[in-house]
């Protein structure tokens, strides 16, 4: 579950370091193509013997792979696992910046791109024909990837729009009905609070910043910004991120939600006893949940977050990555065809939804009834794929991540995270997080907006 976790999988990611992490080896050369390329070149290329190397974490992809071999018996792909989270993009850029090493291609986060495009370390898709997907990918998601003078810096492969697994028998017992607000989820947990002190409603972890910015993107906040490589806004303590401090410190206080570390003992051990009515997840957490919690088998169901404005449903996003190709590659073609191949593919896609239990990013297999369908008992036959795939109709695609995402992090966990668990000041613990996020982007050269 470590590739799911925002700050252990970006621990490494020090704009510091990033900026001369590519200061080695060819700047692109050959492979950085700025025209289109001809399918007789393409056609060639992919005839052409050559060996990718591929890093990757993700188990068992090399049957994902093998379909790209058969379409093209000429190219062979190396798939290597370099490590997840800090060993995988540790090992990346110093191998970036070292100038040798570097693989073809490379599973990236979302929020980790911009950390790798500032530096020009990935190659542009576009030249390769990768523009041309775009229909085919959720709309958000698209946004996730491309550049304002339409690059496209990676294909997205799997994704996490945001959800509320519930307990149906606790909601039962106790007379709630499934909150469609945020102030019905608050009246819910004062209700069942009180009803059994042992039972809160939820769990916001005070140690997952990758919630906390989920919550943010549902809630239409612009944290972050870029302009070019040297302007960056950083506004982490506005208007909106105010409204989200002021209501989760204030379920906090009142002792209404917990706010234990996820992903600890402690945490499992809480979903099997009941502690936790509800999990504010991604749509990889179904999946997880139904093999973490074996004992509530039957008793959970989905439903979309609660909502800040009914009228104008919306979501934000917890995980997921893509598949990029390295600026150096000497084999821009075949890279940028395989990334294409590999998450375009239907084969391909379908097999990461049913083998590796990833969340689609394609619009056909989100509407494939195969998928959507499916009525996992755990969830009471309940088609938990298609009210995933429904919330992340929702999911707004203008939210942007900071270069430092370790940064952003670690400073969140240790200002907005710590004011949680202590039931201290969450408002001043923004500001903080303001104050210390500027001081770090201004040393690192960046001319900062915001509050």
């Known amino acids: ?74 190219i062979k792909v190396k798939v290597v696992n370099a490590g997840q989270g ?143 490589k040297s302007t960056l806004t950083v506004d982490v303590d506005d208007a909106v991120s105010g409204k989200l401090a002021d209501y989760w410190s204030g379920l906090a206080k009142e002792g209404v939600i917990s706010t234990d570390p996820d992903f600890v003992d402690a945490w499992y051990a809480g979903f099997n006893k009941g502690k936790y009515a509800t999990w504010l997840t991604a749509a990889w957490g179904p999946a997880f949940l139904s093999g973490s919690a074996k004992s509530t088998a039957g008793n959970w169901r989905a439903a979309p977050l609660p909502q800040w404005d009914a009228a104008k449903p919306a979501s934000g996003n917890w995980g997921g990555s893509t598949t990029a190709a390295m600026r150096s590659t000497k084999n821009p073609v075949a890279a940028a065809r395989f990334a294409q191949f590999l998450n375009s593919d239907p084969a391909s896609a379908k097999m990461f939804a049913t083998k590796q239990f990833f969340f689609p990013a394609t619009k056909s297999l989100l509407a494939d009834p195969s998928f959507t369908g499916e009525a996992p008992a755990f969830y009471g036959g309940q088609k938990v794929n298609q009210v995933f795939a429904d919330i992340g109709d929702t999911v707004s695609p203008s939210f942007q991540w900071p270069p430092f995402l370790d940064q952003a992090a670690t400073d969140w966990t240790e200002t907005v995270g710590k004011s949680l668990a202590d039931k201290s000041d969450t408002a001043a613990a923004l500001g903080q997080w303001q104050s210390r996020l500027t001081t770090y982007a201004k040393k690192q050269g960046f001319t900062v907006k915001g509050a």
Not at 1 to 19: H, K, N, Q, V, Y
Not at 95 to 105: Q, T, V
Not at 184 to 197: D, I, N, S
């Open 86 to 228: 800090i060993t995988h993009y540790t090992k990346l850029r110093t191998a970036l910046k070292a100038g040798s090493g570097a693989p073809d291609l490379a599973q990236i986060e979302y929020q980790a791109i911009p950390t790798f495009t500032i530096t020009d370390s990935l190659l542009n898709l576009s030249p390769y024909g990768a523009s041309a997907l775009k229909d085919k990918f959720v709309d958000w998601t698209w946004g996730q990837v491309s550049g304002p003078d339409g690059e496209v810096w990676a294909i997205p492969q799997d994704t996490g729009p945001m959800g509320m697994l519930y307990r149906k028998d606790i909601f039962d017992k106790h007379g709630i009905e499934v909150p469609t607000t945020w102030d019905e989820f608050a009246e819910a947990a004062r209700k069942l609070h009180k009803a059994g002190p042992d039972v809160y409603l939820t769990n916001l972890a005070a140690n997952e910043p990758a919630a906390w910015h989920g919550l943010l993107w549902q809630a239409g906040a612009k944290p972050y910004a870029t302009s070019g």
């Open 1 to 74: 579950m470590s590739r799911r976790r925002f700050l252990a999988a970006t621990g490494a990611l020090s704009l510091g370091a990033a900026l001369t992490a590519c200061g080695g080896g060819d700047p692109g050369g050959s492979a950085g193509s700025t025209k289109p390329v001809g399918q007789a070149d393409i056609d060639k290329a992919m005839k052409t013997p050559t060996q990718l190397t591929f890093w990757t974490w993700v188990p068992d992809i090399q049957q994902e792979v093998a379909l790209f071999e058969q379409k093209y018996p000429a």
